[in-house]
């Protein structure tokens, strides 16, 4: 489509009429895009990817992993379009160096105890975006049709997975870790250890390792 308020909204609308799992919304431009914690995000007609995809996984143990199963299939695979290796920031920022180049949102819908739908939304930068500061963008020449054959047969596979994110999961996220061994100060004060297979940011405290499961994370400035 051309223009929309959000493509999630779309999914969602689309997901409760019947849309099958797989379903793809597109949008040229967003005028509500929106990103974790009711912020906006910049979706310019022409400068990127503004998309939904709808998946109705078997099962909801994956859940939790979600938007970082998806960040890791999403580095991976937009890692040939970019001038450096993707790195990733919990909980579900995609990053070039120090610059954001793509944020997830991942909304499930559930009826009584089960998951009907999951709408994974993802911003990408294709160009420069206008206005904006500490945003990146792929590299020139980039198209979105060369991007969407790489990255939505990832993405569905990361939909599809169950459980904990695995040993090798793990390890992508560990050497793609824009964060780890920085100091951050939320959600605590602390240093930075990472992720736990669960989802969790891991922050070393004074005296202790403690885990969050929601919140933003925000570095201290370098």
């Known amino acids: 489509m051309e223009s929309t308020t959000s493509t999630l ?16 919304v597109i949008a040229n431009e967003q005028t509500a ?12 007609a022409g400068a990127g990817l503004w998309l939904t995809l709808i998946e109705r996984p078997r099962e ?5 992993v979600l938007s970082l199963r998806v960040g890791i299939a999403a580095a991976e695979a937009l890692d040939r379009f970019a001038a450096e290796p993707i790195r990733l920031k919990w909980p579900n920022d995609l990053y070039i160096e120090r610059s ?15 998951m009907e739908w999951v709408a994974i939304g993802l911003g990408i930068n294709i160009k ?19 991007v ?12 599809q997975a169950t459980g904990s994110l695995t040993e090798e999961e793990m390890e992508e996220f560990n050497a793609r870790d824009l964060a780890r061994g920085k100091q951050c100060r939320e959600p605590a004060l602390g240093r ?3 992720i736990s297979p669960n989802g969790e940011l891991l922050v070393a405290l004074a005296d202790s390792l403690a885990p969050f499961r929601s919140g933003s994370l925000v570095l201290e400035e370098q």
């Open 128 to 146: 420069p975006p206008v206005n904006m500061t500490g945003a990146a963008w792929l590299e020139p020449g980039t198209t979105r049709v060369e």
């Open 148 to 159: 969407l054959g790489d990255l939505i047969p990832a993405v569905r596979a990361a939909a």
């Open 192 to 194: 930075v250890a990472g």
């Open 9 to 24: 909204d779309v999914a969602h609308r689309l997901a409760a009429e019947g849309a099958p799992t797989g379903t793809l």
């Open 60 to 64: 909801s143990s994956g859940l939790g």
């Open 100 to 114: 954001k180049l793509a944020g997830i949102l991942v909304e499930a819908r559930w009826r009584e105890q089960s």
């Open 33 to 44: 895009g929106r990103g974790r914690g009711g912020k906006s995000w910049q979706s310019a």
